[in-house]
């Protein structure tokens, strides 16, 4: 991974991490959220243990509210 794809990567994960604490936010305390990040990256790559770390932050942040789950390089069915 070169710098340029280094820095839209971060810019991508902040992102998302933005627009999940978002919904962690109006999504109540009553009701946790699960996510389902679905990508064709094999999986060990560094892109994948960055999403799984995101995800670990993502729970303790929200204590436990909202769980996101990494599926790589993966076809996954509804």
Sequence with gaps: MNINQGRE?????????????????????????????????????DEVAMLKDFADTVRDLTNGEVDIEVLPGVIYGS
């Design 9 to 45: 990567m971060r810019k991508t994960l902040l992102a998302l991490t933005g627009a999940l604490l978002g919904l962690a936010l109006t999504a109540g305390s009553a009701h946790a959220v699960k996510i389902r990040v679905q990508s064709i990256i094999p999986a060990k790559t």
